[in-house]
């Protein structure tokens, strides 16, 4: 989707005070300024921690490159939020991956419940959900 009609749908719902926007194949988190995937590999994809890191490095989707692996302060606010779920299509309570290795074990990396947001050091040879998120620029009213 072009970036003007993005923008647009952002701007939109920044007036009317909406927290989420729903795009076909992501969703658009306005309090935060994220873009979430949502798509059917939601429910399916599971990998080790180096391959999802690649896995969002190397996706594509509406029409965007610059996906990556959240952060565990991300996905935490993902968690907690209420209205979350009834925006998605495919989020599911499960852990995903974040893409926060542990300071104190450098074979860990940090996972996400989605259920409740509570956080897990995980062996990176483990394998976990996997969700992609981008920046999106911050709009002014």
Known sequence: MPYKI????????????ANWVTMPHSVIDTKNHLQWQDTPSLEEYEEKWHMSQQHCDGLHL??????????????????????????????EEQIFWSNDEDAENPLNAYTIYIGNGHKSS??????NNVICVRSVVKLQK
């Open 6 to 17: 993005i923008s647009f749908l952002l701007l939109s719902h920044l007036l009317y005070g």
């Open 62 to 91: 509406e029409s965007l490159s610059d996906w990556r692996l959240p952060t565990q302060k991300e996905l935490i606010s993902l968690a907690k939020m209420r209205d979350t779920k009834k925006s998605f299509s495919y989020l």
């Open 122 to 127: 995980n062996d990176k040879c483990e394998t």
